[in-house]
Structure formats: C-alpha cells, structure tokens
C-alpha cells in the first residue's frame, strides 16, 4: 500500500524555521520525484518545491527562493523541507506527492497532474 506521511508542521513566529518531512512506503522511492504543495484557505494549491529523483535537480517557487530547500534520502524513505524566514502568508497545509517511475531520473515535473501519489499534509501556521 503506498503511503506519504507528512510530520513537522506547526505553530511559528514570523522569522522562524520548520522542518516538514514525508515519510514514504510502498513503493520505491529512488525513481520517483518528490514535489511539496501547499493550500491556504480560500486559495489553490500551489507547488513550492521539488526534487528530481536523482536528487540533482531542484526546483522552487519563486516566492521561496532563499528560504526553502529541498532535500531526500532514499535509504531513509524520506524527503525534507527546510523551511526559514517564514512568513504569515506561507500559511497553510502543506502535502508531499511523488511523481514517476516513467519519468527521467532529472526530470523534475511541477503540475500536480503530474503526481501520482499524495500525503494528507501537515499543517503549518506563521503567526505572531
């Protein structure tokens, strides 16, 4: 049975730091690529960063440029964001997705049609 678990989330100041992960089971990990979105109330999901499955290519949203990184590994089944400087409007449930086998092991796709498998997401509050 696949599975994407996120953990992490929570209650942060402005300026503070959050580390999401997605632990993953049921399929193979090493071929597949990891992409996090995120969804604030009243809005559509968004992609905020992604990560090829050979880990050599990453891609962000431009309004987490500098902030955010992506990171995997494979022997652990798990992949991470590292998030900092949050702010108020990084408000929202965050869910991990992985993407593949069928893409190239540097592809690094970025639509949600795109993913095949999701988490339940973890909630994550920029607040003072």
């Known amino acids: 049975q696949v599975q994407l678990v996120e953990s992490g989330g929570g209650l942060v100041q402005p300026g503070g730091s959050l580390r999401l992960s997605c632990v993953t089971s049921?399929?193979?990990?090493?071929?597949?690529?990891i992409g996090w979105f995120r969804q604030a109330p009243g809005k559509e999901r968004e992609g905020v960063s992604f990560?090829?499955?050979?880990?050599?290519?990453?891609h962000y949203v431009d309004s987490v440029k500098g902030r955010f990184t992506i990171s995997r590994d494979n022997a652990a089944n798990t992949v991470y964001l590292q998030m900092s400087s949050l702010k108020p409007e990084d408000t929202a449930i965050y869910y991990c997705?992985?993407?593949?086998?069928?893409?190239?092991?540097?592809?690094?796709?970025?639509?949600?049609?795109?993913?095949?498998?999701w988490g339940r997401g973890t909630q994550v509050t920029v607040s003072s």
């Open positions: 997705a992985a993407a593949g086998p069928h893409y190239r092991m540097d592809d690094v796709p970025t639509s949600a049609q795109e993913y095949d498998y």
């Open positions: 049921g399929f193979t990990l090493d071929y597949y690529a």
């Open positions: 990560i090829s499955a050979s880990a050599l290519r990453t």
